[in-house]
């Protein structure tokens, strides 16, 4: 094979290579897949959202809402996690939290009388104008943590969290 040969092959190995790594790495940003949340500080690690997203946006809802819960002691804790409450629940969610919270002794949010110590959410589907997220939550640390999981509804317009129930 001559010289000129190999330099155009390589030339188009690369630019091929190049072009699946950017496919790569743009494809989960276009499906909204992408998007992380974490509360974690370590180093080389960042955190980022975009408010437009409702799995986004309940990541977002459940991060700040368990730092509240987490930090009880502080004053402003309990008037914070209202506060969350009623921006990013729709009137009828906040009703029926209120309702599990009466009935059951425990935290409608959280469907717990504790505070969980780590928590994920996925995107599971959506449809007829909502979507719906998957939180799940770890209490404690090491192999042996239990944990549980909660489905999340979103209104797709509103953005707001509509419907929240223990996933089965």
Known sequence: MSMRMRSRKALLTAATVTA????????????GTGTTHSTRATSGSAAHGDPRGVTQRVADFYGAYIDAVWDGEDPAA?????ALRSFYLSAAAQRKVAAYEAREHADGILFAQNVPVKWKVDYTGSGAGH???????TWGDGPHAQ???IDVQSDL???KIT??????
Not at 23 to 31: K, W
Not at 78 to 82: E, L, N, S, T, V
Not at 132 to 137: G, Q, W
């Open 20 to 31: 699946a790594l950017s496919l790569a790495a743009v494809t989960p940003a276009l499906a």
């Open 78 to 82: 309990a008037a914070d996690a209202k």
């Open 131 to 137: 979507a719906t997220s998957r939180v799940t939550l």
């Open 147 to 149: 944990v549980t999981k």
């Open 157 to 159: 317009r509103t953005r």
């Open 163 to 168: 419907e929240l129930r223990p996933a089965r």
